[in-house]
């Protein structure tokens, strides 16, 4: 009777009750300030799926150019052509994760709210984590698939010497990209589409596409600016991360990244395209409280250099 009086109890009066419902507003939370911290990685980089944790199977020869069109007469027979192949860069993701806990002293003496609120500050850092990685790689310039670094001149994507922005600067950039090739050399003209600067230089890209007429020696004043025609076309993101990882008193270099439909640079994969993280309650043997596991899977892989180009910038 006993045991069944306290079976009937916990039935109508379950002691798992709140965690439930705490792990309910923890999820709602998480996802939330995912969502609503503000980083700037997403806006230009390709985002990707991958279904396990091994390298991906892009690493293979896919079919990447196609002959052109060759005129057919009356009567006449179709050219045969073999599509050509190349490389791409393997993919991969991992897993990144933290792990805090809330003991009993501190559900007594502080309000849920305190509890809600933590998981979604490691899901804002787990973003920023993704954020920092991104331009981390711009910074570093690292060598991607085919041995070379990012931006180099064999990739035809680096400007050679460093200055801030300006109309002059921006054009011979933008040029880097329109005049990029595939790897059959054929022109495929990526159109310019993000202009990616450290903090301290977005007044100034404002003043260079939203001004109409400029001075120009050996025209004359009232001269239209040319770059005022793409002031709808092109998006300013200033990124703050570049400015710390460049690092007190040097260059910090600024970028200009393609429209992706034309061609990508940096893509960002998540495990089973899942962009939140997943978070596990869970209690201790011996110890009064909580244990919260915390993690995601990603992965950046450099995935091609003609979606992006770079200026080496000067000191701010």
Not at 194 to 205: D, R
Request: hydrophobic share 40%; net charge negative.
């Amino acid at each position: 009777d006993d045991l069944w009086n306290e079976a009937c109890r916990q039935f109508f009066n379950p002691t798992a009750a709140f965690p439930a419902i705490l792990d309910n507003a923890i999820r709602k939370n998480i996802v939330q300030m995912y969502q609503e911290i503000p980083t700037t990685f997403q806006l230009w980089t390709t985002k990707g799926s991958v279904s396990d944790f091994k390298p991906t199977k892009d690493h293979s020869y896919l079919a990447g150019g196609a002959g052109e069109f060759l005129p057919v007469g009356e009567g006449g027979e179709l050219k045969h052509d073999t599509p050509k192949t190349d490389l791409l860069p393997q993919r991969k993701v991992g897993t990144y994760g933290r792990q805090f806990s809330m003991t009993r002293e501190a559900f007594i003496n502080d309000d849920v709210g305190f509890i809600t609120e933590m998981p979604g500050l490691y899901a804002m850092s787990a973003k920023r984590t993704i954020n920092k990685q991104v331009y981390k790689i711009l910074i570093d310039n690292p060598a991607i698939f085919d041995g070379v670094s990012l931006f180099d001149n064999a990739h035809s994507n680096l400007i050679a010497t460093g200055a801030a922005p300006s109309i002059e600067t921006l054009q011979a950039i933008m040029l880097k990209l329109l005049n990029q090739t595939d790897p059959f050399g054929e022109s495929i003209m990526v159109q310019p589409r993000y202009i990616i600067v450290p903090v301290g230089y977005g007044f100034l890209m404002s003043q260079i596409l939203e001004t109409a007429q400029i001075d120009v020696d050996g025209i004359g004043s009232h001269t239209a600016n040319a770059l005022y025609q793409y002031r709808n076309k092109l998006q300013v993101i200033e990124e703050g991360a570049l400015n710390v990882l460049a690092g007190d008193g040097n260059a910090i270099p600024w970028f200009v990244a393609g429209d992706q439909r034309y061609a990508k640079s940096l893509q960002v994969d998540y495990l089973n395209g899942q962009e939140t993280p997943t978070i596990r309650r869970s209690e201790v043997p011996g110890r009064l409280g909580f244990v919260w596991d915390i993690w995601l899977d990603w992965g950046i892989t450099a995935v091609d250099f003609r979606g992006i180009a770079k200026n080496p910038g000067t000191t701010i």
